[in-house]
């Protein structure tokens, strides 16, 4: 047996599981060849480091050897952990909510040797409880089914795969102002008037949705009264969670959800995606100090000493009493203050460095630190941009994960290519350097394929046997690959004026805009990108040698599709890269703005107030 197939991943998650007495697997197509060489089936066990309930189930179940007997003797079990894995994660999302409609994880994945599903759940306590089944029970009747029903078993499995590879991405839709109009009114009716947010308990953050509202609130496509009324469930929720038990009060950031309706009693972990959209939004609002602190837990919590930015902090540690005794706790940390912290060994960091989810702290970063002048921000990002970029492109093939320098084997997902995308440009805007735009640049052509964006990557195991591409997952906690993707293409647009890149865009939009309208709660990122090609191009740069000066701080307040403040050698030197946007622009001896709309610039103009004046 080999107990220690895990201990060399580069995942912390599947480290941990490394002396358990269940004979893991890594994901990977041995595994697969040993459940057919055996002929049974395979548990694929899917989670993640941070994750609650997948440590009780890991100390419960995973280390009892009785159980890892059973599992050994009747199964090839594989370890996945979905942050590392996340199309795996989809796929097994996706045939799961045919067994169960409580998905989350640990998740519980039984498939035969090619792969088709056939049973699945989460969480199975050790002993029957309150309905539910033992662990050692789901195993026996498994095992059953496999050994007595095998062709039921098989051929509802392959029924299953046939209907998850019929369902695939929806018609092409067009959305107009009055779907978002519709749009509004209804989250509206869900807001929880009492205490911010939408829905009851659990309540979740939501990021990419309040993101999504702020943009209408912003633009011009609804009535005004509407507009308000998106900024306001906007501003509401965000100015809920900063007083609320969801936000940190001594290290700044967010935790992942709240229990309770009040946004009181969290789930314990903090997420690198969530803190990266909570900054981004929290600057969108102005609300420097809120925006602050979140930015210090990421340079100060989830930044790695080596570079980039590490998934996640762990709800679990060991809390010493005043007895001197050391115990478990879920969340006892994060109830000390900052004095008692100080004598506490802090949660452990997932320190596994994530392409996507580094471009959205980039990102993040970047346009928190040009908004409120905060160069450290800036610097932070463009710090990541560069670890990134040297260490997950390589040979112009994109990678999904590192630990410590060591690059995983997973196949980046298009969220991978179109957050790090997003991220460089950003950060690409804010620093001045072209390079980092060049490079974006570079990975979004890398997914034009037959005028959409797709990611030319899958991982390999999947696509070898068979298994379907999931489509896109719910953006409730962070955007989607086709959105960030998106977004990255037209702010090349925007940057270029090439229009292959705005109607490339578009047509990875367009089969998802009508699922994003009819269920707004988990399509934030979709929605933000509908927003965003509804409304008039503007675009907004100054050249001069002070870029927080007078001019530079008028053209920051103007609404517009993009601005950029740069000096006379950095405009030249994004022109000479082919961003046409800077071609022929220059401070005219002292600073000067251009706003442009539609592609049609007016005259520059060097005094503030005259940035105040009509449209052409």
């Known amino acids: 047996m080999s107990g220690h197939r895990l201990s060399g991943s580069i995942s912390p998650y599947l480290r941990s599981h490394a002396d358990n007495p269940v004979d893991w697997f890594p994901w990977g197509p041995e595994a697969f060849a040993a459940a057919a060489a055996r002929d049974v089936p395979l548990l694929v066990s899917v989670g993640y480091a941070t994750c609650h309930w997948c440590h009780v189930m890991a100390r419960e179940s995973f280390s009892d050897p009785a159980l890892a007997a059973v599992l050994n003797d009747g199964f090839v079990a594989v370890k996945v952990d979905r942050e590392e894995h996340p199309e795996v994660d989809a796929a097994c999302l996706a045939a799961a909510g045919a067994f169960t409609p409580n998905l989350g994880w640990p998740l519980n994945v039984f498939m035969t040797p090619t792969a088709r599903v056939f049973h699945a759940g989460t969480y199975s306590p050790p002993r029957p409880a309150q309905g539910h089944p033992s662990f050692a029970q789901v195993l026996e009747a498994v095992t059953e089914a496999w050994t007595d029903r095998r062709d039921e078993v098989e051929r509802s499995a392959a029924g299953l795969q046939e209907a998850l590879a019929a369902a695939g991405a929806g018609e092409p839709g067009v959305v107009d102002p009055a779907d978002l109009q519709r749009v509004v009114h209804e989250l509206a009716g869900y807001e929880d008037r009492v205490h911010g947010g939408f829905g009851g308990a659990p ?7 309040l993101l999504a509202l702020l943009a209408l609130g912003r633009g011009s496509a609804l009535p005004q009264a509407d507009r308000a009324t998106a900024t306001g469930l906007a501003e509401r929720a965000l100015a809920a969670m900063r007083r609320s038990g969801l936000h940190d009060p001594v290290e700044g950031g967010f935790f992942r959800y709240a229990t309770r309706r009040d946004w009181s009693e969290p789930h314990w972990e903090r997420m690198l995606t969530d803190n990266a959209l909570l900054l981004r939004a929290y600057a969108e609002v102005g609300d420097h100090d809120t925006a602050a602190g979140v930015a210090g837990f990421l340079t100060g919590v989830l930044a790695r000493p080596d570079g980039g930015f590490g998934s996640a902090q762990d709800s679990e540690s060991d809390v010493v009493g005043a007895d001197g005794t050391a115990a478990r706790s879920e969340g006892g940390y994060y109830a000390l203050d900052a004095a008692g912290r100080a004598s506490q060994r802090p949660p452990a960091v997932d320190g596994k460095v994530l392409t996507g989810w580094n471009g959205l702290a980039i990102g993040a970063l970047a346009v928190a630190g040009e908004r409120f002048g905060e160069p450290t921000w800036v610097a932070a990002a463009v710090g990541a941009a560069e670890v990134l970029l040297q260490r997950h492109v390589r040979d112009g093939r994109l990678l999904r994960a590192s630990l410590d320098g060591r690059a995983s084997d997973a196949a980046a997902t298009l969220e991978d290519r179109g957050g790090l995308a997003v991220g460089l440009l950003e950060a690409a805007l804010a ?25 030319p990557q899958r991982d390999p195991t999947l696509a070898a046997l068979g298994v379907p591409a999931p489509g896109e997952e719910s953006e409730g906690a962070a955007p989607g690959g086709a959105a960030l993707i998106a977004h990255a293409a037209r702010l090349l647009h925007l940057l270029t004026g090439e229009t292959a890149y705005a109607d490339a865009a578009a047509a990875t939009l367009a089969p998802l805009a009508r699922a994003a309208v009819d269920r707004p709660i988990g399509s ?35 609404p517009s599709s993009v601005t950029a403040v740069v000096d006379d050698g950095t405009a030249a030197a ?43």
């Open 524 to 558: 934030g990122g979709v929605l933000a990108g509908l927003v965003e090609a509804l409304e008039p191009v503007r675009q907004v740069v100054v050249v001069t040698p002070e870029p927080h000066g007078p001019l530079a701080r008028a053209a920051r307040t103007l």
């Open 203 to 209: 309540k979740f953050p939501t990021t990419p949705l």
């Open 431 to 455: 620093a001045g350097r072209p390079d980092l735009a060049e490079a974006a640049r570079d990975l979004v052509d890398g997914a034009l394929v037959d005028g959409r964006l797709v990611e």
């Open 574 to 616: 994004f022109a000479a890269a082919g961003f046409e946007l800077f071609a022929d622009r220059s401070s005219l001896g002292g600073g000067a703005a251009y706003v442009c709309e539609d592609f049609v610039c007016r005259l520059p103009v060097t005094e503030p107030a005259a940035l105040a004046g009509p449209p052409r």
